[in-house]
């Protein structure tokens, strides 16, 4: 029955991470959405009928807070049945001027953060015999993005870290999806920083304009993220889900097979246009 179901969500504050956190509360499930803006153990309270089971913090670039964190959620829920990893950041931003630091907060964050919450569940679910691992990647770590090179490589990461794992742990009856949306409209667009390490006068500037106006263009005809939340919710359900899924706009998510026709060269050449790279 979904009531005895206990999810963690990572990054559900906003984005993805709330649109499923509010889904699968609405839908029976107990729902722990985890983020860095959610109250501390001591300030927390239920949430109301429609939101998450309980709201909590955690900050997945660290291994005490995400230790924590698991710890609490399996003394009060005893168990921890799914797990999807939406925290996520990104900053955009040429990567000869990245600083390092904004470089590597995404890794941390991104990639870093979704194999330390994985490494805090996974005892309980070998232990269990079963349990599904959801890690949300992005279609960036399918193939480059311009001037989104440390996202990009943080979401590689997570493909390959995935793959591997799901090697690993499946004789344990443990799953592990990856889900790699395309543009997704949520607040991330308004939001998006522009990396502090960009000069005055960079000779990037044509391109990285162009690329980030092209970007929140597609980010605002993209998919919503209660449209991801649904497919979510559908392979949270299902008994035997696929490993990895693409969603968003069509002219996006057939870019995945294309590429495995075209010459790099090629196919580059027109990903860079698309952004309008010259």
């Known amino acids: 029955m979904t009531e005895s179901r206990v999810v963690l969500v990572t990054g559900a504050s906003s984005g993805i991470g709330k649109a499923c956190s509010l889904r699968l509360a609405a839908h ?31 900050d ?8 924590e964190s698991v710890s609490w959620v399996l003394k009060e829920a005893g168990r921890i049945d799914v797990l999807i990893n939406c925290a996520g950041v990104t900053v955009g931003g040429s990567a000869e001027e990245m600083l390092v630091d904004e470089i590597r907060d995404q890794i941390e964050t991104n990639l870093l953060g979704t ?14 015999k079963s349990g599904l691992l959801i890690n949300i990647g992005s279609l960036a770590g399918l193939m480059g993005v311009p001037f989104q090179s440390a996202y990009s490589a943080s979401k590689f990461g997570v493909e390959g870290y995935s793959e591997s794992l799901q090697m690993e742990v499946s004789g344990f009856g443990v799953r592990v999806v990856v889900i790699d949306p395309g543009d997704v409209h949520t607040e991330i667009t308004a939001h998006r920083k522009e990396t502090k390490g960009t ?34 919710e559908k392979i949270v359900r299902s008994r035997r889900p696929r490993f990895r899924y ?9 870019a ?23």
């Not at 194999?115 to 269990?128: D, N, Q, Y």
Request: with cysteine.
């Open 28 to 58: 029976g499930f107990r729902v722990f959405g985890a983020s860095r803006s959610a109250p501390r153990f001591q300030d927390m309270k239920q949430g109301s009928a429609g939101g998450p089971s309980v709201q909590l913090f955690m």
């Open 60 to 67: 997945v670039r660290d291994d005490r807070s995400v230790n």
């Open 115 to 128: 194999m330390r919450t994985c490494r805090a569940v996974l005892p309980g679910m070998r232990a269990r």
């Open 199 to 232: 000069l005055k006068g960079t000779p990037y500037r044509l391109n990285l304009d162009a690329a980030m106006r092209s970007q929140a263009s597609s980010e605002l005809h993209g998919w919503e993220a209660d449209r991801i939340a649904g497919l979510v």
């Open 246 to 254: 693409t969603t968003g706009p069509f002219i996006e998510r057939v």
């Open 256 to 278: 995945v097979p294309v590429r495995r026709i075209l010459p790099d060269r090629l196919f580059l050449g027109i990903l860079a246009r698309f952004y309008g790279v010259r």
